[in-house]
């Protein structure tokens, strides 16, 4: 596709060449740049030749000799992708097919995109990967990759993705084990379709790939209110989690004691569900599936404590409030009242229920501007109400209603501020530290 040339880097690679701004890159080491993933590819290695095309239209190759870490020290114009792949599945559990109507338009958009994969850590089916883009994976050596497998029975992938296909999970898996490609994976459970000797299989087979199948995570399916024409579906009852959690429990111990990790995940949900409490910080070993919502509770809640014994800075009496999720809920009251009573801040935690969606969605993550306004309306909401940084989208200020932050704040009256997972980032704010 070629990349435009935007800005080069004093003193880098790209200026010592000769690039600048308007040149066109063509190729890199004698093939055309189909996208980022290519671009990336090729500036690891530590010998390579360029083809430039500069903005008068002369072509001139460079050949270059660097470091594997070293960067040429060049912009582009745009992100390197161009179109966005999207997803052809039609997931009995989808989470997009059960939005309500009049969201903004990126909402809607399914994307299964391999290229996204690898840069932002999404997870794929690999269905919608035909084979000159799967071996393009393996050449790359695009790794790590995070894959929903759902399950490794074929009958039953098949069906929940309702794709034939779904089918061939385990020979793409293989495929990419064969080519030291790394990869975690993800199981959204539907009770009665994946779990039990199901989800046991899926399991079992996962562990041939190990240590290339690094991780997997079970994640419980979200059904909103809004299922409208499609396939009727049970949530994730007490019986369901806790067998889930049974068969996870059981072979982390099994894992642990054969390979030295526990492998196998729950989310949060799962144990909150069966009524348990959140396994101990060691437990979740790196946290590499919290973007799935497994560990994020015990993550938030040890961080915190942990900061809150060594915070050496000044806090003044004031009352505040959050609002978080009914899921989230027990877990935060109970860090606001440790770092209140140190802090002398006194906080209201409101548990928000979710009625854009549907109160079966009770993570945080999927809060509204709506709801948290119609339910905190004539509360105590003190001098300023926090919410969590997971409930804005597209990097702005923005609920998933399309709401601001300024307008949810000029409805309630009060400034509303946002703390990330992180527990400094938790004691500071209940802190007022950086806030006039």
Known sequence: MGFLVTGVEPGSIAEEIGIQPGDTITAMGGEPLLDYIDYLFFSAKEELTLTVETAGGETFEAEIEKDAEEMLGISFAGDGFGKKRSCHNKCIFCFVDQLPRGMRKTLYFKDDDWRMSFVMGNYITLTNVNEAEFERILRRKTSPLYISVHATDDDVRAYMLSQPKG???????????????????????????????????????????????????????????????????????????????????????????????????????????????????????????????VGLLRYLTDKTRRALAAFEGVSRHREISIATGVDAAPYIAALAGECGKKLDVRVHVYPIRNEFFGETITVTGLLTGGDIISQLRGKALGEKLYVSSCMLRDRENVFLDDLTKEEVSRALGVPLGTIDNEGEDFVRALAGCGED
């Open 167 to 293: 089918r061939g999970i385990m020979e793409r898996l293989r495929r990419l084990r064969d080519a030291g490609i790394h990869f975690e994976c993800q199981a959204v459970l539907v009770g009665g379709v994946n779990d039990g000797p199901v989800l046991e299989k899926t399991i079992r087979d996962l562990e041939t790939l190990y240590p290339y199948a690094e991780s997997l995570a079970l994640v419980p399916l979200g059904l909103t209110g809004h299922r409208e024409g499609l396939k009727q579906l049970a949530p994730i009852d007490k019986k369901c989690a806790e067998g889930i959690l049974d068969i996870a429990e059981k072979w982390q111990g099994h894992f642990l004691k054969k390979y030295g990790t526990r492998f196998v995940f729950g989310a949060d949900e799962l144990y909150i569900k069966a009524g348990r409490p959140i396994p101990a910080y060691e437990t979740y070993e790196d946290f590499k599936q919290m973007e799935d919502g």
